[in-house]
């Protein structure tokens, strides 16, 4: 089953035409969300980062779409589905059909998907540089639209290559994020995250890290433009995202990394889950 504008059909039936603006032209965008035992994870940071999305993508919020009308909806098709392996939920947000380039209106369509499996974070995690494509720096490139192209190939990369996740870098050959996640590099007591500007998704599990880390006895944070060359250089590398939370890097080409920053801080965003 998924929730389609509000009614829930079979998954199976066709409810996308040929015309829909996200198939065309990519105009559409989504918010993954964590279920943990049940519960929606962060869902007031979600709502507001799909709500400035839609407003920066000059998208119709309609007067019910709430952040209890949200709420609602997800768990509606979560009580149907009554399956307690369901860990990820997706919620699309697509314009609605016509026009070419220039939409016939700007009201929307959304869907909601549930997915259920494992959570699974590895215990050793290799990554390289992916230097094929780059990211456009800027804030449109952290709105997650469906155009996700580059974090296709991307991963297809690393698959091909038996690494577990690449880094991208935009047009200024500054680090930016992996293919699926935020990334936070740790130098002493000092962690830094790219900048918004610098073309990052505005990630949620990114916003949780940095406010713990804020907060923290030890730690600094700051964002800013990054080099790759300080990958070499960092003690620790990790990334975040909504789903597994952070999960620390622990290979790098000839790099090996600790984790116990990373490990530290995944502890501490799961306990903030959890309230």
Same mark, same amino acid.
């Given at each position: ?25 990519g ?27 839609m ?16 709420e ?12 307690q ?6 919620? /699309?947000?697509?314009?609605? =059909? @016509? ?5 016939i209106?700007?009201? &929307?369509?959304?869907? *909601? $998907? ?78 830094? /995250?790219?900048?918004?500007? =610098? @073309? ?8 949780? &890290?940095?406010?713990? *880390? $804020? ?24 990334f ?21 920053v ?14």
């Open positions: 089953m998924v929730n389609y504008n509000g009614s829930l059909i079979e998954k199976e039936t066709s409810v996308l035409s040929i015309q829909n603006r996200g198939y065309r032209y105009d559409s965008l989504f918010e993954t969300i964590r279920l943990k035992k049940g519960r929606i994870c962060f869902l007031e940071d979600h709502y507001f980062r799909l709500m400035a999305s407003r920066m993508l000059r998208m119709e919020i309609p007067m019910n779409f709430t952040l209890e009308y949200l609602e909806q997800i768990l509606n098709l979560v009580d149907i589905l009554d399956n392996d369901i860990f990820k939920i997706r919620c /699309t947000v697509s314009r609605k =059909d @016509g026009g070419f380039y220039t939409p209106i700007n009201e &929307i369509d959304f869907l *909601i $998907e549930a997915f259920e499996g494992e959570l699974v974070k590895k215990e050793n995690y290799t990554v390289d540089l992916f230097k094929d494509y780059y990211v456009n720096s800027g804030l449109l490139s952290t709105v997650k639209s469906s155009n996700r192209l580059l974090n296709v190939l991307s991963s297809i990369y690393a698959n091909e290559n038996e690494f577990d996740n690449c880094v991208l870098l935009n047009e200024q050959k500054n680090i930016v994020e992996a293919s699926n996640a935020n990334i936070f590099l740790v130098k002493g007591d000092s962690i830094k /995250t790219p900048k918004l500007l =610098d @073309g990052c998704i505005k990630g949620v599990a990114r916003k949780k &890290i940095i406010e713990i *880390i $804020e907060k923290h006895k030890t730690y600094t944070i700051e964002e800013t433009s990054i080099s790759p060359f300080e990958l070499q250089k960092a003690d620790e590398v990790f975040t995202n909504a789903i597994v939370g952070v999960q620390p890097v622990t290979n790098y080409r000839k790099k090996k990394f600790s984790t116990i990373g490990n530290d801080l995944r502890n501490e965003l799961e306990n903030l889950s959890d309230l």
